[in-house]
């Protein structure tokens, strides 16, 4: 059976559990077991993601970043996102993971619930979906 980590940002609690409830939504629906994972924001995703991998063999076929990032009033944001995207993805490609992400980057909060909020645009659900994709992906050319 397949199995996914979600790897959580909780900075935003009610922004995270929009995301996760999409992208839970999304494994149930495709019969897939996953784990959770939280961490305090978008800057810790990497290294939880590297904490993980570093049992051998993982037991994750394939995982799942979640966050959010709000452009605030300083430079802080780019920061955040450009590093917290450049950890993730240094990692799946030297990994070779299977990986949705989820990370929302937006202006405001209300961008952020409206692609939070699996009744709307359900980004987390769509990081499920690309994870999944993924994986088939990798089964098809690597393993």
Do not use: W
Not at 16 to 28: D, H, M, P, V, Y
Not at 104 to 126: F, H, I, W, Y
């Amino acid at each position: 059976m397949t199995k996914v980590l979600i790897i959580e940002a909780d900075f935003y609690p009610h922004i995270a559990n929009l995301l996760r409830s999409g992208a839970k939504s999304f494994l149930e629906e495709a019969g897939v077991e996953y784990d959770i994972l939280s961490v305090p924001g978008a800057l810790e995703l990497p290294s939880a993601l590297a904490f993980v991998l570093q049992k051998d063999p993982t037991p994750y076929d394939a995982f799942i970043v979640l966050g959010c990032v709000i452009r605030g009033e300083t430079s802080h944001y780019d920061i955040v996102c450009g590093e917290s995207a450049r950890g993730v993805y240094d990692l799946v490609l030297k990994h070779y993971l299977a990986l949705g992400n989820g990370i929302l980057t937006v202006e405001n909060e209300e961008q952020a619930l409206d692609r939070a909020d699996p009744a709307k645009k359900n980004k987390g659900g769509d990081a499920a979906r690309a994870a999944l994709h993924m994986l088939s992906l990798k089964k098809k050319y690597i393993t």
